[in-house]
C-alpha cells in the first residue's frame, strides 16, 4: 500500500514537472520566435538609426499660437502636432500648419501647409510642402512661404500659381510688402511670368 502510494507520488510529480516544462518550453519559445519573425533583425537597425536621428524636444499635439505682429495686425497659427529642438527651444517644427492673419483694413489672409516652422521669439513663420492660401477673391498655391514678423514681409517661392477673379498667373516668386501694402513678382534665371488677365 505505501509503495503503491509512493508510486502514484512519483507519477503525479513527473506529470506535473513534464507539464510545467511543456507549458514553459511551448510559450516562452513562441513568444521569442514570433517577436523575431515581426521584426527582422535589418528592421531593428532601421528603427535604431531611426531613433538616434530624431531630434528629441517635446512633443505638443493641436496647438495654437495668436497674437498681434509689429504692424499691428493680429493672427492665429495652427498645427496638429509640433516638436520643439532642445538646441534651439525657439524654433518649433510643425505639421499640417493652418495660419489666419487679421489685416487693420478687414481683410483675411488664410494659409494652410503641410509643414511649418515657428520662431516663437521673432514670430517668424515658415510654410513648406503644398501650400494654399485664400485672400479675398484670390486663391494661391506653391511650395513655399515665409512670413516676417521682424521685416513686415510674405515671400511665397516655388511653382506659385494664383486664380482670381480678374485672372490667372503662373510665377517664382511673389514678394508681398505688409507696412507698403506692394506686391513684387519674379521669376527665377530665365523663365517668363504667365499672366491671363480679364479686361471685363
Do not use: H
Amino acid at each position: 500500500m505505501i509503495e503503491r502510494k509512493k508510486k502514484l507520488r512519483i507519477i503525479q510529480i513527473s506529470l506535473l514537472v513534464l507539464g510545467l516544462l511543456i507549458i514553459f518550453f511551448t510559450y516562452v519559445k513562441k513568444d521569442n520566435t514570433s517577436f523575431e519573425k515581426i521584426i527582422t533583425s535589418e528592421n531593428q537597425k532601421k528603427i535604431k538609426q531611426q531613433m538616434e536621428n530624431q531630434t528629441e524636444g517635446d512633443i505638443f499635439y493641436n496647438i495654437e499660437y495668436s497674437g498681434l505682429d509689429l504692424s499691428g495686425n493680429r493672427y492665429i497659427l495652427n498645427s496638429k502636432e509640433a516638436t520643439t529642438d532642445e538646441k534651439n527651444q525657439d524654433m518649433v517644427n510643425m505639421k499640417f500648419v493652418t495660419a489666419k492673419f487679421y489685416f487693420k483694413d478687414g481683410t483675411v489672409l488664410n494659409i494652410a501647409s503641410e509643414a511649418g516652422v515657428y520662431n516663437n521669439k521673432t514670430l517668424d513663420m515658415f510654410f513648406d510642402g503644398n501650400v494654399k492660401a485664400n485672400y479675398i477673391d484670390s486663391k494661391l498655391s506653391a511650395d513655399k512661404a515665409e512670413y516676417s514678423n521682424s521685416k513686415s514681409f510674405l515671400i511665397i517661392t516655388n511653382n506659385v500659381t494664383i486664380q482670381d477673379s480678374r485672372g490667372s498667373m503662373v510665377a517664382d516668386k511673389l514678394f508681398f510688402d505688409i507696412k507698403k501694402q506692394t506686391l513684387k513678382i519674379a521669376a527665377f534665371k530665365e523663365n517668363k511670368i504667365n499672366a491671363n488677365i480679364n479686361l471685363k
